[in-house]
DNA sequence: TGCTGCATGTAAACAGTTACATGATTAG
DNA sequence: CTAATCATGTAACTGTTTACATGCAGCA
């Protein structure tokens, strides 16, 4: 089976609730799903322009002042295609995690370089938590139906840091035990 | 900045201590970075003889019998580029989960299919899960300098997966309560 | 005047996967 | 004898990113 690209269903169901245009996907993605599902400008505006064309979304030239806006809107074929991709089951897909990879690839004489990549990603993940919690916050003041599944998806890539944060900070704990041996 | 390719890291981080042929590398993937870091046959091979032409590796044939097979042994320069990756600060890599992204877009009409969805990465978890435990305890029993880096690379995968377990029977939990209501 | 943010896009390059193709060996 | 596993690869296609290009609006 041929691979699917899936940048689509995004774009798609964001349009679901309210129409908008490319940039406004774009920032709705940083602001909410950009922790387990990333999208550049460069796909977000040609896809919306190939959904556009195949029907499944309608463009509206919009313009405030002299400034113009293409707002995107979700046609029915679009739902459809939405729908049946929400039921499909979803594939499980593989991560690529370097961090990983090159404490995988230490040794204990590497001691000074991993305590400063464990340090980095420490701050990373402290100042990515930091996000998380004042956008948690945020998403408890908002009223809707998919609140819920906002809040707890969220709340997934919380405790995916918080795994990687305490696991970091066990690193840390052993390379310090071993300076003292 | 361009994007570099970091499947030469794995082949080459995997060829530290022992010659392999591109079969055996797949294997070893299989084996230890799988749940971090995958590579298809399709890169492998050519990455091989891509790192053989830049004299980064070094090929030999072995035949076991009628059997042939391509030794690849990591060469100083191919050390000392491995070396150089692994001083730089890894970058942070998004993923892209499609079942979360399934999840944030639902809404709580959409209860059977998330609850079918559910059970079946519950299930997937679950398996993954126990193949983890097994590789760990074999993983015990591995002598080598670098047998902590690889437990504890494991370890991060199984927490990993059991924070994903214990949020998924979360949700479980929520539906229920929903359909009493 | 120049900087930041809004807004939309294209071209080129590269990454990565799928499907295909081949053939030997070994265990049942 | 046949299925699984060992073993190596290529071609075609798609996905994805980077870098570039453009221009308006608002503010200091």
Not at 33 to 56: C, N, R, V
């Amino acid at each position: 089976m041929k691979k699917e690209n899936k940048s689509r269903f995004v774009l798609l169901g964001l349009l679901l609730q309210t129409p908008k245009s490319g940039y406004e996907i774009g920032e709705a993605i940083k602001r909410s799903t950009e922790h387990f599902w990333q999208e550049s400008d460069a796909s977000i505006y040609p896809m919306l322009k190939k959904l556009a064309k195949e029907g499944k979304v309608s463009a509206t030239l919009s313009s405030v002042g002299k400034r113009k806006k293409i707002i995107y809107s979700i046609t029915p074929q679009g739902r459809q295609e939405f729908y049946e991709w929400l039921k499909r089951a979803p594939e499980p897909d593989g991560r690529r995690y370097e961090f990983l990879l090159k404490f995988f690839f230490c040794t204990k004489e590497d001691h000074a370089l991993l305590r400063s990549h464990l340090e980095r990603r420490l701050r990373e993940i402290d100042a990515a938590l930091e996000e998380y919690k004042k956008l948690e916050e945020e998403l408890k003041a908002v009223s809707s139906p998919r609140q819920y599944f906002w809040l707890e998806s969220l709340r997934n890539g919380i405790a995916h840091a918080e795994v990687d944060q305490a696991w970091i900070e066990k690193q840390l704990g052993e390379l310090c035990q071993c300076l003292m041996q």
